[in-house]
C-alpha cells in the first residue's frame, strides 16, 4: 500500500533528530518535557505515524522553536478565511468526471446565487 505521507513523515522525523541533536536531548527527555509518550515519539522518529497538530504545538513549545521547524506544512499553510474554505471545499467537488458544460452551469448559479443578493 502507498503511504502518500512518507515524504513529509521522513522530513519530520528528519527535524526531531535534528532538533534533539541541537539540544543535547535524547527521547525520553523529550517526551518528559513535551508529554508527548516515548512510544508516539518512536513512532514519529520511524515514519510510522504522521504527526498531529496538538503534539506539533507540545514539540515546539518544550524546543522553543516555531511549529515549522518540526512539520513544515506550517510554513505555507495560513489560517484560511470561512470564503476561502467554501471556495477549496467547492474546487475539491470538481474533478476530471466533471464536463465543460456542467462547469458552466456552477458558473450560472453562481452568478444567479451572486444576482439574488441585490434584491
Do not use: W
Not at 34 to 41: C, D, F, N, R, V
Not at 62 to 80: G, M, Q, Y
Not at 108 to 113: A, E, S, T, V
Amino acid at each position: 500500500m502507498f503511504d502518500r505521507d512518507l515524504p513529509l513523515k521522513k522530513e519530520i522525523a528528519k527535524n526531531i533528530k535534528e532538533l534533539l541533536k541541537m539540544n543535547n536531548l535524547n527521547q525520553i527527555k523529550l517526551s518528559e518535557l513535551s508529554g508527548i509518550s516515548k512510544s508516539t515519539l518512536s513512532d514519529y522518529l520511524n515514519c510510522k505515524t504522521l504527526i498531529n497538530i496538538s503534539n506539533v504545538e507540545k514539540m515546539a513549545t518544550a524546543l522553543n522553536v516555531e511549529k515549522s521547524r518540526i512539520d513544515p506544512s506550517f510554513s505555507i499553510k495560513k489560517e484560511l478565511s470561512i470564503k476561502e474554505k467554501t471556495i477549496e471545499t467547492i474546487a475539491a467537488h470538481i474533478d476530471d468526471n466533471v464536463t465543460e458544460e456542467e462547469i458552466e452551469v456552477i458558473k450560472n448559479y453562481i452568478d444567479f446565487i451572486k444576482s439574488q443578493r441585490n434584491k
